[in-house]
């Protein structure tokens, strides 16, 4: 099943924090953050390992919830390259399954 | 540049045409995907090929048929489409040792069917 993702859009001013949410019916053993701009392929920005390392971004972090069903994506003082689409992508049943999408537009 | 070429990037096509979409990817990886992505909707899993061997066709209609021919190489065969499948395909591939690595994307091929 398709993780859900909250909020299907944002608008943000330069400069702003983000919160984007990834939620699925089974726990996550690791998630992967893209993005993608209009009318480019998505680009990786970062992997949340099961234990809660991080690889990727140095401005962009995530994290689990305790039930580890959900997985939250911070943007941190938000660049106008920012903006795109956001998909969290995870293995599930051996497939590679992305997120419904939340769409970021950084306002200068 | 991503390491993976897909070509056509542009294709029309009338329902009762063949067609091809070819993926190439100079990463060395062991799996690769194709991805169906319509307007404002979001990635859709279509098929997986880990180590050459096709081990996800995700209810996917027959009209498209997937090949890969060696690890490097996937093919998307196109017949008798239906409009409803104009859409941006997109193939990638990745690393899949004890868990999937990253996926690396090609531009995609925007399919249009008449």
């Known amino acids: 099943q398709q993780p859900v993702q909250s909020p299907q859009a944002v608008i943000l001013r330069e400069g702003e924090d983000a919160v984007i949410n990834c939620s699925s019916s089974k726990a996550l053993y690791s998630v992967h953050w893209y993005r993608q701009k209009h009318g480019e392929a998505p680009v990786f920005l970062m992997i949340l390992l099961k234990g809660g390392e991080q690889k990727g971004h140095d401005k962009i972090s995530a994290s689990f919830n305790e039930k580890k069903q959900q997985s939250s994506l911070y943007l941190t003082a938000s660049q106008l390259s920012y903006s795109g689409t956001y998909f969290c992508g995870t293995e599930q049943d051996y497939k590679y399954i992305f997120g419904t999408g939340t769409r970021l537009k950084v306002l200068a | 540049e991503t390491g993976v070429t897909q070509t056509p990037r542009h294709l029309v096509m009338g329902m009762t045409n063949k067609k091809s979409l070819k993926c190439e990817q100079h990463?060395?990886?062991?799996?690769m995907y194709w991805y169906k992505q319509s307007a404002k909707k979001p990635l859709e899993l279509m098929f997986v090929y880990n180590f050459k061997e096709q081990t996800e066709n995700n209810s996917v209609p027959s009209r498209f048929s997937p090949e890969c021919p060696n690890s490097s190489h996937l093919f998307l065969h196109l017949h008798t489409l239906q409009p409803e499948d104009s859409a941006l395909y997109l193939c990638?591939?990745?690393?899949?040792?004890?868990?999937?690595?990253?996926?690396?994307f090609g531009e995609g091929s925007r399919l249009t069917v008449l």
């Open positions: 990638a591939s990745s690393q899949v040792d004890e868990n999937t690595g990253e996926l690396f």
């Open positions: 990463l060395g990886h062991n799996a």
